[in-house]
């Protein structure tokens, strides 16, 4: 039998992917996997991915854990890393965290997009989502 050298990186993945499928037992292995290895490689993209200092006062009042937590919510929907959030990223944020940030059924993208996209440039930048939201979140601790 012929042997086919493996390169360390890949010896490393497929160790912790096993891991991870022998301690979780899946009952649908093909979409654990996919859902494993999607998640690595936004993982990766989110860890590589550095947005300027928001320039929102009402932002520097979050904590540091809130403020990690805002900007890991835009790095995680901005796919293409430009520091924008276009009307698709938005869909597709809204579709994930309807319940956690309680949008309701009547508001749509468009409207949410017409809300934080303060410069009009139809696409939501850092500087007007690290601002929004720390404006909502101080919002929803009643200050």
């Known amino acids: 039998m012929e042997e086919i050298p493996v390169p360390l990186e890949l010896q490393v ?13 899946p009952k ?3 979409e654990f996997s996919r859902n494993y290895f999607v998640e690595k490689c936004t993982q990766t993209r989110m860890a590589s991915y550095r947005l300027p200092a928001s320039e ?3 932002f520097h009042e979050l904590s540091d854990e809130v403020k990690r937590q805002v ?6 929907y901005d796919s293409d890393c430009d520091a924008f959030i276009t009307i698709e990223e938005l ?6 965290l309807a319940q956690m940030f309680g949008f ?16 009009g440039s139809s696409a939501i930048s850092w500087q007007e989502w690290s601002h929004a939201c720390a404006v909502w979140l101080q919002d929803m601790q009643g200050r």
């Open 13 to 25: 993945v497929l160790r912790e992917f096993t891991k991870t499928v022998l301690r979780e037992k």
């Open 28 to 30: 649908d292995v093909l």
């Open 56 to 58: 929102s006062a009402t």
């Open 71 to 76: 900007e890991a919510v835009f790095k995680r």
């Open 91 to 96: 869909k597709l944020l809204m579709e994930d």
């Open 104 to 119: 309701s059924k009547e508001i749509d993208a468009g409207t949410l997009m017409s809300l934080l996209d303060s410069d």
